[in-house]
Every structure is written in structure tokens, then in C-alpha cells.
């Protein structure tokens, strides 16, 4: 469904990713995790369309997405949760919500697809009047995936979504995310929290420095010694 090959970004003359390849099959839930500054938000921005790439091509269902604007991956059927959630903190939650929904497709399923969305995070039907600002850092994050889900994506993107939560509702968080998969879309995952990415993901990617320096089954790599060192602590 998503194959990158030699992506290359750079922020002005100091390159961030150094051809990176990764591909993930429809379905898929994956993990891209590696250490604070390797490049994983780099890449989610990327695959975003929200940095452009210096080199390599990614390509999505098919299409050369490489050069398409941020709205275009969008169309394409891509949605982003950022890091540190950037919601319209003023707003409220139902209103965070409909702007995920601004394409002409997903407007009209508008109605259904909250439904869906609040199936999902049921703590956030009581919310929906409030402003996002109000919430807790768990419902914040729950509102910032339901307004990504809002356009329904065929690919979600996630960037750190663990960060500042409480181990408790990162549980909760990942389930939902791995419930999100199992209603059949697919999951690229970036994390700094490798122990529970790997636990809900399929398959991982490991980013040090903007390269891959190794892939495969989450339990294959918490196997390896220089991983539980690195990432585990062991
Ligand atoms: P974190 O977990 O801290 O977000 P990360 O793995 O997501 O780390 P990136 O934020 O992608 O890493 O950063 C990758 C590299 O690019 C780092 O060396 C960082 O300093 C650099 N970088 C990131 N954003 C910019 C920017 N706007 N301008 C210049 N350099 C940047």
C-alpha cells in the first residue's frame, strides 16, 4: 500500500533522513521507533506531505505521491495525528471533530463517521459541547485521533501519541489504535515508547541518525541484545 524508497529530507543544509526505505502492506499496523532527534517525526511529515522530500519517491495505492501538497495526501487518503496533538484548543471538541471531515467525501459521511469516532472514545460524547482546551491530556489525544478518523484515511499516521500520558491511558490509547487496525485501516506508527509500540504493532522499522538500521517482527528485534540495550534498558 505504502512504499518510500531513498526518501531524503533535509532542513535547510543539515539532512534529517538519508534514504530511508520502508514499505507497509494494506492493513498493516507498523512501527517506526527510534531515540529522541533520529528523524521520526521528520518522516511522519514526509508521509504527510507536510515537508517536502529532497530525494527518493513515495508512492501510495500506486500513485507518486512525492511531490503532491499536504492536501493532496489527504486526498489520497492519508491522515496525520501530530505530535503534541495541535488541536484548536478554543474550539470545541465537535467542532475539532467536523474539521477533520472538510473533504467533499468525508463531509457527507460526516454523520456516520462520528458515530463511529465516538464509538470508539464513548468519554468523548459528554465532551462534545466543551472546549478541546478543557480536557484531560488522554481525551485530547482520544479528540486528535476521532478528528484525523474524521476524514477517513485508508493510512493513519501517528506521531508519538504515547507522549506525556500516564501508563494507564497509553494502554488504553494503544488499544484503540489497535482497534482502529482491526476496523480495517491501516497504522504507520512512530514512537519513542519501543516496548509498547512493539507489543500492538505487526512489524517495526528501527530510525537512529535519519537511517534504518534494522527491521522485522516486534518479537524477532526485542530478541536481539544491541536492541534491548539500546531501547530496553537490559
Ligand atoms: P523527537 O522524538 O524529539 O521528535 P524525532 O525522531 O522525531 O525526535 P526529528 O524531530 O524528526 O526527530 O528530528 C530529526 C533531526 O532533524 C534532528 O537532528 C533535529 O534536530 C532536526 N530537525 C528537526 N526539525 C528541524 C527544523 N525545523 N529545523 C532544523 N532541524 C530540524
Known sequence: MLDVRDLQVAYGAANALWGVSLTLQRGELLCVVGPNGAGKTTL?????????????????????????????????????????????TGMTVQENLELGSLLPQAKALRRQTMAQVLDLFPA??????SPAGELSGGQQQMVAIARALMARPRLLLLDEPSLGLSPRIVGDMFAAIRRINADGVSVLLVEQNVAMAMEVSQRAYVLEEGRIVAEGLPHELLARPEIQRVYLGV
Open 124 to 129: 468523548l460524547k459528554e465532551k462534545l459541547a
Open 44 to 88: 511522519i511529515g514526509a508521509l504527510a506531505g507536510m515537508l517536502r522530500a529532497r530525494g527518493g519517491r513515495i508512492v501510495f495505492d500506486g500513485q507518486d505521491i512525492t511531490q503532491r501538497p499536504a492536501h493532496r495526501f489527504c486526498e489520497a487518503g492519508i491522515a496525520l495525528v501530530p505530535e503534541g496533538r495541535r488541536l484548536f
